[in-house]
């Protein structure tokens, strides 16, 4: 297989625009962004280095009863054969190498698979040859689309595997690099789209555009034969062996699981960039109806906190539930009501913390990270709680310089408080991040918002000088709640010596 190393990209010659400049989809400037995009996150790891962790008898037999490795290898063979193939028409230097990128990594995510399912001696169906298309542009977007749908439920499917530990952590360690780039397909993909429809002769548009309502009827039907085939014998199998604990996610809460990390995941890229849309249009049309079913059925639980749990390995309810009726079902005051909330807190929820009161590495990056959350004591107080991280640093996108700020967040607290070690090591792995100052700051809050659902929260970073500048960011979630008591932040304007 061929290697590919980022030093390779040197010689495309175009240099994405600068940061802040604004880019025009179509132009020129968009196309080498949604390149460069592809091309500069590319990460270099090597499938044949993997060491797959020992699991333990119970994790091994939930990963082997798992009836989705035959379609997931032959998914990533037939990306690798199709994209590779559309490459070949690419006549774009740059747009080619790109296209070339994205190939490889689907080859390698098959490769990947190939060696994880060799090392837990999970049996697989002989392979498909798998054929060149005739139609190479057709092919590339019935792949592109596809991984639209698949990857937005995979980031919220493996984000509850995560958090139940349905998937060992050793393991979702290991398959973070493919969930994370086939965000970055998408995000390339649907970039891909937009450069091209506005880059083709105007009688040709409409054609493009029957083109693309034909890939997703043609995924529609595709998707609908896959479910007939799952609903046999090898679900049965996946069920009785242990998927039953995955079986029990709640439909809302997954929904709202794959939003918010789409969100999270396709957040993290140049804003520039269009993002997927259609998918999560609809994940939000499917939310609101069964909201609004949850509403006409009389239900007196919160609108999407409906029955049913994510459990973990070992049967506790992770997040998602109602299980505790005092909380759930209390009156809420009119404040609350403004923003969605979690579910009611779990008693046993502190036997989930991973990091609090164990021996923590710590991580390289943010999205690694895992922030975590306790119930509140005093869920029907309004109160304020505050973290001041005096000493916070990230790296600047572009130079890999470091920057430093001084973050104060604020939150008023619902059902879930942050747990402060966790947040402290979610802090720490932005020390090798690259991302200006707007991004790092709102993306904490942001963050912090997704795991609490607090009933308002505020983060302000004040960012010492880059350039001679110091930079303040404020980002709050709505207005102040009526009769809460928050202090100014008490930071002091940037000042020099004296
Ligand atoms: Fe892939
Ligand atoms: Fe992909």
């Avoid at 014998?233 to 604990?245: I, M, P, Q």
Wanted: charged share 25%.
């Amino acid at each position: 297989m061929k290697r590919w190393n980022p030093s390779d990209f040197d010689d495309a010659g175009e240099a994405p625009p600068p940061p802040g400049s604004p880019v025009k989809l179509g132009s020129a400037a968009h196309k080498v962004l949604l390149s460069r995009t592809l091309l500069d996150t590319f990460d270099p790891y090597r499938p044949a280095v993997i060491d797959w962790p020992k699991l333990k008898p119970d994790a091994l037999a939930r990963i082997t009863s798992l009836p989705i490795w035959d379609i997931a290898v032959q998914t990533e063979g037939k990306a690798r054969a199709r994209v590779l193939a559309y490459a070949e028409r690419v006549s774009d230097p740059l747009l080619k190498r790109a296209v070339e990128l994205n190939g490889f990594e689907e080859g390698r995510h098959k490769h990947v698979l190939s060696n994880l399912v060799e090392a837990y001696g999970i049996r697989l169906k002989p392979e498909p040859a798998y054929k060149t298309p005739r139609n190479a542009e057709w092919a590339f977007m019935v792949t592109g689309f596809s991984e639209c749908i698949d990857s937005f439920f995979a980031f919220g499917l493996f984000e509850a595997a995560k958090r139940t530990g349905y998937f060992p952590q050793e393991l979702v360690e290991t398959f973070e690099p493919v969930i994370r780039e086939e965000g970055r397909h998408i995000l390339f993909f649907v970039n891909w789209v937009a450069w091209r429809r506005r880059n083709m002769a105007l009688w040709r548009r409409p054609l493009f555009e029957l083109k693309v309502i034909a890939v997703w009827l043609f995924l529609v039907y595709e998707r609908l034969g896959l479910a007939k085939d799952v609903g046999t014998a090898e679900e049965a199998n996946f069920t009785v062996n242990g998927g039953a604990d995955l079986a029990d996610v709640n439909i809302a809460e997954l929904i709202d699981l794959c939003l918010s990390e789409n969100d999270r995941r396709l957040g993290a890229y140049d804003a520039r960039l269009v993002r997927p849309k259609f998918v999560p249009r609809m994940a939000r049309l499917a939310r609101w109806m069964l909201r609004l079913r949850s509403h006409k059925s009389g239900s007196s639980r919160p609108p999407g906190v409906a029955t049913g749990t994510i459990k973990s390995a070992h049967g506790e309810a992770i997040f998602g539930v109602a299980e505790d009726r005092r909380v759930a079902d209390r009156p809420r005051p009119r404040y609350v009501q403004r923003m969605s909330h979690p579910p009611a807190p779990d008693r046993d929820a502190l036997s989930d913390l991973t990091q609090l009161g164990r021996q923590s590495p710590g991580f390289d990056r943010p999205e690694a990270a895992r922030l975590e959350r306790v119930p509140n004591p005093h869920p029907d107080t309004l109160y304020l709680a505050r973290f001041t991280a005096p000493e916070f640093t990230s790296l600047c996108p572009v130079t890999g310089q470091p920057d430093f700020a001084q973050l104060v967040i604020d939150y008023a607290p619902q059902d879930w408080l942050i747990e402060s070690k966790s947040l402290k090591l979610y802090l720490g792995a932005f020390r090798n991040h690259g991302a200006f100052h707007e991004d790092c700051t709102v993306a904490i809050g942001k963050r912090i918002v997704e795991i609490a659902a607090p009933r308002w929260l505020r983060i302000g970073g004040y960012w010492y000088p880059r350039g001679g500048i110091p930079i303040d960011i404020f980002y709050q979630t709505g207005p102040v709640p009526d009769g809460l008591w928050a202090p100014d932040q008490g930071v002091m304007p940037y000042r020099g010596r004296g």
